[in-house]
C-alpha cells in the first residue's frame, strides 16, 4: 500500500510564501500528474513530498505515517529527476545497483533486481556501456531504472522528458504509462507539458500561484473546468474565451449579449445570477463550426490556418478583437481576412461569472 496524505501544506521562501496550505490525497496505485505554468509550485510540491525541502507548515502522511520531518532516504521514496543524474564513470549495470551495493545488500538479490529492472526497461544489452555512449531516452530509462531496484512505495518524475526530443517525448511517454500499469505502483508527475498530464495521469492537480485549482481526472478537467484558469489551460490549442454579460436568467438557461455582438441562449443554472452582470463564455476549437444556411451565430475575420492534415485549426477574431480558434477538416483552410459565419454548440460552451468561477450547468444542477 501506498496512500500520500497531505494537509495544509505551507512552504516559504524570504518571506514569501510559494506554497499556500494545500490538501490532497494520493491514492494507493494512482498516477498523479502536477501540471501548472512556470513558478506555480509544482516541483518545489515535489521536493517537499520527498524531503528536499522543509516544509513551513502542515502534514505529510504516508500510509498513516507522518514523515513530514523524516530524511529523505527513509521515507521510501524514490525520485527521478530532469537531468538524469547518472555516474558518467560507471556501467549501466553499476549503475543501477549502486544504491543497494551501498546499502549492503545481498549480491544475488540485488543483481536480480538489476536484471529485472533491465528486462521491464529493456537494458539488457545496455549494462556494460557507460552513460556518454547512450542515447537521451536510454539516459532517462537507466534514471528510472534506479528508481525501479530500490521498489520505493511511490515513485517521484520531476519533468524526466524536458531534455528528449519531440519524438523522444512521445515514446518515453508511452513507455511510463506500460511502466505504470506493470508495477502497478503510485507515481506522482511533475510536468508544465498538458499533453503528458492528459495522456498519463489517472488524477491531474492543477496548479497556479502555489495553490490547487482544481483536482480530477483528466477528462473531467477538460470537460468541466471549476473557473476560468483550469479553462484556458488544459487543451491544445485553448479554449476561446468571449466576454459579454446577461440579458435573461433562470434556473434551467441563460442568455448572454456578447461584447463581439450576438446573443446565445445556454443551459445553464442562472439562479442565483443577475441581469447585466459579466460573463465570460468559453468554447473549445471543435465545438466551433462553420455556419450553415441561417444559423450563424458569430462573424468573425480569419487571421491564420495551420494545416496540419487531418485537421485544420482556423485563428480568428471577432469584430471587438477577441481570438478564436476554430478546428475544421483538414482538406479546408481560411483565407487570411476572410469573413466567416460561426455557429456555436451551445450546450459545450462554459460560463464564467466576473470572478472567474464556472457557472453549473442545469443539467448537473438537476443531477444534484
Known amino acids: ?47 517537499l513530498i520527498a524531503g528536499l525541502e522543509e516544509v513551513t507548515s502542515g502534514t505529510i502522511e504516508l500510509d498513516g505515517r507522518d514523515i513530514t520531518q523524516v530524511t529523505p532516504a527513509k521515507r521510501d521514496l524514490a525520485m527521478v529527476f530532469q537531468t538524469y543524474a547518472l555516474y558518467p564513470h560507471m556501467t549501466v549495470g553499476k549503475n543501477l545497483s549502486f544504491a543497494l551495493d551501498l546499502a549492503g545488500g545481498d549480491k544475488a538479490e540485488i543483481k536480480r533486481k538489476v536484471d529485472e529492472a533491465a ?24 534514471a528510472i531504472g534506479r528508481a525501479i531496484v530500490r521498489n520505493p512505495k511511490i515513485f517521484l518524475f520531476d519533468e524526466p522528458l524536458s ?51 482544481q483536482v480530477g481526472s483528466p477528462l473531467e478537467l477538460y470537460h468541466h473546468p471549476a473557473n476560468l484558469f ?37 443551459p445553464v443554472n442562472g439562479a442565483g445570477q443577475s441581469v447585466g452582470a459579466p460573463v465570460t463564455l468559453g468554447i473549445r476549437p471543435e465545438h466551433l463550426n462553420l ?9 468573425v475575420i480569419a487571421d491564420v490556418s495551420e494545416r496540419l492534415g487531418s485537421d485544420t485549426y482556423c485563428h480568428v477574431r471577432t469584430r471587438s478583437g477577441e481570438p478564436l480558434t476554430l478546428r475544421i477538416r483538414g482538406d479546408l483552410a481560411s483565407q487570411y481576412g476572410e469573413t466567416l459565419n460561426l455557429h456555436l454548440d451551445s450546450s459545450q460552451c462554459h460560463l464564467f461569472d466576473a470572478q472567474g468561477l464556472v457557472i453549473a450547468k442545469a443539467l448537473q444542477t438537476a443531477a444534484a
Open 1 to 47: 500500500m501506498a496512500n500520500l496524505s497531505i494537509r495544509n501544506l505551507q512552504k516559504g521562501f524570504d518571506g514569501h510564501q510559494i506554497i499556500k496550505g494545500i490538501d490532497l490525497d494520493v491514492k494507493d496505485r494512482e498516477f498523479v500528474v502536477f501540471v501548472g505554468p512556470s513558478g506555480c509550485g509544482k516541483s518545489t510540491l515535489l521536493r
Open 119 to 142: 528486462r521491464i526497461l529493456e537494458l539488457g544489452p545496455l549494462l556494460e556501456r557507460k552513460p556518454k555512449q547512450l542515447s537521451g531516452g536510454q539516459r532517462q530509462r537507466v
Open 163 to 213: 531534455n528528449l526530443d519531440a519524438a523522444l517525448r512521445v515514446q518515453t511517454r508511452l513507455e511510463l504509462s506500460r511502466l505504470h500499469k506493470e508495477l502497478q505502483a503510485t507515481m506522482i508527475y511533475v510536468t508544465h507539458d498538458q499533453v503528458e498530464a492528459m495522456t498519463l495521469a489517472d488524477k491531474v492537480v492543477v496548479l497556479n500561484g502555489g495553490k490547487v485549482e
Open 230 to 266: 483550469v479553462a484556458g489551460f488544459l487543451g491544445t490549442p485553448k479554449m476561446g474565451f468571449l466576454k459579454g454579460k446577461l440579458s435573461r436568467v433562470d434556473s434551467a438557461s441563460c442568455e448572454v449579449e456578447l461584447d463581439a455582438g450576438t446573443r446565445i441562449s445556454l
Open 291 to 299: 455556419a450553415q444556411n441561417n444559423d450563424c451565430q458569430l462573424q
